[in-house]
Nanobody, 121 residues
Framework: QVQLVESGGGLVQPGGSLRLSCAAS????????MTWYRQAPEKERELVAG????????NYTDSVKGRFTISRDNAKNTVYLQMNSLKPEDTAMYYC??????????????WGQGTQVTVSS
């Protein structure tokens, strides 16, 4: 079945950087838009950054603009999230999501298991 495997999380001090990766398998990766979400304890899951299937379009939630960069390598079936100038409020479980719209009523969506990011001194 389809697998999305996130990696790269960890403990980092405020102001530090991390690079998350999400490796996809058993899907035609280049046909899927990819999105990073995060969920902090007792908070709703929120969209962090998204990238179109060919990488030509990206979007970010306001709180990470200028600090995070989403990118993808379709040859490696991998999407990345470069996170700089990390803040304690970035602490959360980070998930990647792959979405492909098949029709007006059908959409394929897959999730990874998540990787924990903790920003603390």
């Amino acid at each position: 079945q389809v697998q999305l495997v996130e990696s790269g999380g960890g403990l980092v001090q405020p102001g530090g950087s991390l690079r998350l990766s999400c490796a996809a398998s058993r899907l035609t990766f280049s046909t899927y838009a990819m999105t990073w979400y995060r969920q902090a304890p007792e908070k709703e899951r929120e969209l962090v950054a998204g990238i179109s299937s060919n990488g030509s379009s990206t979007n970010y939630t306001d709180s990470v603009k200028g600090r995070f960069t989403i990118s993808r390598d379709n040859a490696k079936n991998t999407v990345y999230l470069q996170m700089n100038s990390l803040k304690p409020e970035d602490t959360a479980m980070y998930y990647c999501n792959a979405v492909r719209t098949i029709s007006a009523t059908k959409r394929l969506s897959y999730w990874g298991q998540g990787t924990q990011v903790t920003v603390s001194s």
